[in-house]
């Protein structure tokens, strides 16, 4: 068993390296090698996540320890280790799985690309990376592997280097995040001061424990952790570079940016939860930022015209979703989503990108519509991923979603529920919106590409039609019955402790008091999104029929001019960062460099001319005449002189 | 007949005296010395000036010294110094100035010098008899062949050693003008 | 003023002040030399005086007042020597001339 865990990661590294070293010699050939190892390490996966799962690992999971990487005596010991236990094993299941399909996804996506080999090899270094960030047992190992995983991002978003706007999105991305790492660094540094040890389970029962003396406050600890989670998860403010990072090939954006790399935020929490459940008020923080980034996010979605970004704010959204159950203590119900929304996501990012593979590489959905009778299987698919997302029972999305709401409203954080419970509405309206303009209505595809449209191979689509399964019956499977299906139980474990201190009553569901208002109410303002969205953009389902109405929209637009133009420009965030440190911290740098320059140099400087300013005086003194020496001797002799001859008369 | 120790209508000592024409003179040809533009009338000024100083020494009870230094100063070193100045003339000799831009300096240097050594000199109690007394002749030979001997040779030995390396220095080349 | 031991030293000092003055203020290195001369005698004469009025020092002050005396001849002697062998170089007897060492 131990050896097939090491084995999970090892693979897609070597296949990364393989990769790397002979890409440019097996050019078209180069997937059989980088899927290849990344099909074994699902299937071994799969091995270990049932063993995992069924209990036979035990509660607290599987140790493995690999190596002493930093042997620096008794004060600062590292060690290289995996652990795996029921929240690793959800992760493995969405990591392998997801990433499995896109890297089968890719084989047609980038077929016609010439950096192909580079494209697998940098796929398969992030399923190392990811995979090592969910294994890893200590947090210097997480965080390496967060870099990692960051760095892999930066290689990915950046892959079409040639292009100048991806090479700033890749940039963007990679700044942002370290951002936020400079809080997780802190908040490690934090735990080991605290703690003496940088291994996850020991230190946080260190941390934790009765009558610990802690230097630096729980509260601030479990924050500098979550500033981590914020940059890699993208919440407010750490937000701006996700839309950006779109810039990468869609399989890219399906794989880091919808289902693996953002969740690692999340996982981060959840794998910390009993530090967050003895520090309520970092909990709150946690909450208020996730829900803000799902309602600011679905705000600007509403108005988005690249079909990948508003993909792109529909992620940030849901993150701010888990981030919420997260913060109000529904930690199973976070993962759930996590995991319900990695194939969903997942799912609608391959489609979008079968969509512009379609229409010949557009992604503006104005310059889309009427795709449905023409793409059938990208189209049925997307059909049913944003049935999903948008909270329809009996989709995946339905179960998830509605959990975290009931946990909210049910634990009191009523202002979550309210928020949350209106960026559903806003969720359902978004998708159905993109539905609209880009399968259903007229066709307003260039003339040119017209034609040409076509569905994508089979390589594409048959990753399309597998995630399209868990998207439907996943929730079914796992999610029901609500609070006690199959990943409560799974997820127990890892959460009971935390769910302890929060002093959280088991409570049963109960479909006829506040659960089943909650479950309607949810259902409704969904259902009432998706009607104004087919009343503005238009359906063509059998038996419901409307033609998109364009008018309508301008006009609804024309009556709150701000808050169109708010939602287009972003919320003028990035502009305003752009003020802030680019501008600002360009004087600021600027300032800074006369100072070195001018003063510090100048110092340096002035000093060497000063000495040879004074050599040159003293220099006047040697004459080469042998007088001017007597001179100074008959001089000196006769201070001296006078001198003692002073001071002895006193 | 002794010569009276007072001379009769001033009453000053005769030693008195002839110390002052002495240190008159000794003084005034030193300024002679340091001042006069010709070399050879400075070289002449320091013989006269050799020649008082002789005088003062016989006065302050030094025969030997007194007649040591008439012959090595006067005899020995002056002649060589005028020989000097001779090997050394160039024509343009006396239009050129005598003194250096530091001269004044250097004068300001000495009068403080000759300040302080009257003031160290006045100042302090040399425990030193009231009058004068001759050196005995027989007492210096004894002291100078017994107790001095050794800087005695040594003395000699370099007056060897700077004889011989005057004439080394000074030797003219094959060829060389004078 | 003959039996006073301050008159001769103040004599001696006057004559070292004189050699003094002249050895820093003359430009012809022979002048130099003289002054030298003059100083020696300076202290030469302090020398016999001191012989000449303490009882301890008696027979011992002129012995050294001789010494003295054949020390500056020897002197005299390379002096001059070195004079002559720089002007045969550099045709001119002035110091003020000779700065080859000159910054």
Known sequence: MESLVVLIPALPLAGFILTGLFGRRLDKEAHWLAVGVVVVSWLISMVVVVAALSGRLGDAGLSIKLWEWIPAGKAFHVDVGFTVDNLTAVLLIVVTTIGMLVHVYSIGYMAHDPGYWRFFAYLNLFMFSMLVLVLASSFLVVFVAWELVGLSSYLLIGFWYGRRSAALAAKKAFIVNRVGDVGFALGIMAIFVNTGTFEIRESIEKLTAAGAVLTVPLPVIALLVFAGAMGKSAQFPLHVWLPDAMEGPTPVSALIHAATMVNAGVYLVARTNLLFAHAPDAMVVVAAIGIFTAILAASIALTQTDIKRVLAYSTLSQLGYMFAALGVGAWAAAIFHLMSHGFFKGLLFLDSGSVIHAVDGEQDMRLMGGLSRKIPITYGTMLIGSVAISGIPPLAGFFSKDEILASAFKNGFLWVWLVGFIVAGLTAFYMFRLMGLTFWGPSRVDRQVEPHIHESPPVMTGPLIVLAIPSVFLGLLIGFPPESGLIHQWLEPVFTDGLEVLHRPEAAFNVFGIDGALVLSSVLIAAVGIAVAWRLFGVELPRLSREPDPERVRALTARAPFLYRASLNKWWFDDLYDLLFIRVGGRVAAFLWWFDRVIVDGTVNQIGIETQRAGRLLRQVQTGRVQNYALGIALGLLVMAGSYLVITAR | MTIPEVIPIVNVRWDDILFLILATVMIGSALLVVILRDIIRCGLAMMVCFGALAGIYVIAGAPLVAATQVLVYIGAISVLVLFAIMLTQTKAAPARLVFQTQAVPAALAAVVLAIIIALAVGSTDWGAAGTRVRTATDALAKVLFQQYVLPFEIVSVLLLAAVIGGVFLAKRDEGEPL | ?103
């Open chain 3, 1 to 103: 003023m003959t039996n006073s031991l301050d008159a001769y030293l103040i004599l001696s000092g006057l004559l070292f002040a004189i050699g003094t003055f002249g050895f820093l203020a003359r430009r012809n290195a022979i002048s130099m030399l003289m002054s030298i001369e003059l100083m020696l005698n300076g202290v030469n004469l302090a020398i016999v005086a001191f012989g000449s009025f303490i009882d301890r020092l008696r027979p011992n002050a002129s012995v050294i007042a001789l010494l003295v005396i054949a020390v500056a001849a020897a002197e005299a002697t390379v002096g001059l020597a070195i004079v002559i062998a720089i002007f045969r170089n550099r045709r001119t007897p002035l110091v003020d001339e000779y700065d080859s060492m000159r910054q």
